[in-house]
């Protein structure tokens, strides 16, 4: 682990995703749903048996209609006391994926959000895979298109910039209809898609984002935090695709610009810090706090 210890507020961060993972894995097991640990919690099992011990965040990957069965099994099986179901492009949460909060919590993340009723609890990740055509051409469109769609949503969130060409590109997308891009970029039909993408997860590269479906329908279970839970039976190629050489542990430096949250709050509610924002400055290029 490259002698990093992580301290007692990660762990307390960690504990709590853990705890809204096993609720995930839960009802996904009641309703048999397919899903997997996806991105550094799939590498987090291959390579550590749990959390990488630097790492803040927790995702899990879904086929589409599974994901659409989870979304609507958690609204009837999560305790409302407990957890909050953020789903993707509701009322107060613009974004194209989904989020499991925990309530009486807080998680502050690096951005400046526009919306002050957004829920703000500590989270895991719920990402959708979609189809991907057989159509070289159509396949990069739905990439373009899945831009598009992010672009808007996080300008609607509260995404800043400094690049010339990332403000005219928001600028732009303002000014076309999302509907119809998060359609072609969802592709329900599966006539002609051997693939599938996960470009709504936000990957920044075409390459990384595409993969043969057996990925997600081919699972086994790997160790991790004590539990046993899905990763694709094809971790190691899926790891590759993902991270080159993913046994290389990073330095300090790269560690470091992993972090999602300036603040967390395992104990209150983000109810709790009304003006946590004040005074805060983001250094919007590399996401650091100056």
Partial sequence: ?????????????????LELLRQADAICR??????????GTMLGAVRHRGFIPW???????????????????????????????????SPHWPMQSSKLRRNDTAC????????????????????????????PLIARLQFLASKIVIAK?????????????KKIFLAVSRLIPGKPLVRFVQLRSRTGTSCVHVFFGGAKRYGKSVFPRSWLEQRTELPFEGGSYPVSAHYEAFLRLLYGNYQEIPDANARAQKNHAFFVDPAHSYRAYPNIYDGVKFDVLTKSIR
């Fill in 55 to 89: 790492d803040d965040d927790l995702d899990l990957l879904f086929l589409r209609e599974d994901y659409d069965r989870f979304l609507a099994a958690a609204e009837t099986e999560l305790d409302p006391e407990k957890y909050y179901l953020q789903r993707e492009f």
């Fill in 108 to 135: 502050f993340e690096k951005y400046y959000p526009r919306d002050p009723e957004t829920h703000m609890g500590i989270y895991i990740d719920l990402f959708p895979c979609d189809n991907l055509s057989d159509s």
């Fill in 30 to 39: 009641a309703h048999k749903i397919p899903y997997v640990l996806f991105a």
């Fill in 153 to 165: 949503a996080l300008d609607a969130r509260g995404y800043l910039t400094r690049s010339p060409a």
């Fill in 1 to 17: 682990m490259g002698g990093f210890i992580p301290d007692e507020k990660l762990l307390a961060h960690q504990r709590v995703m």
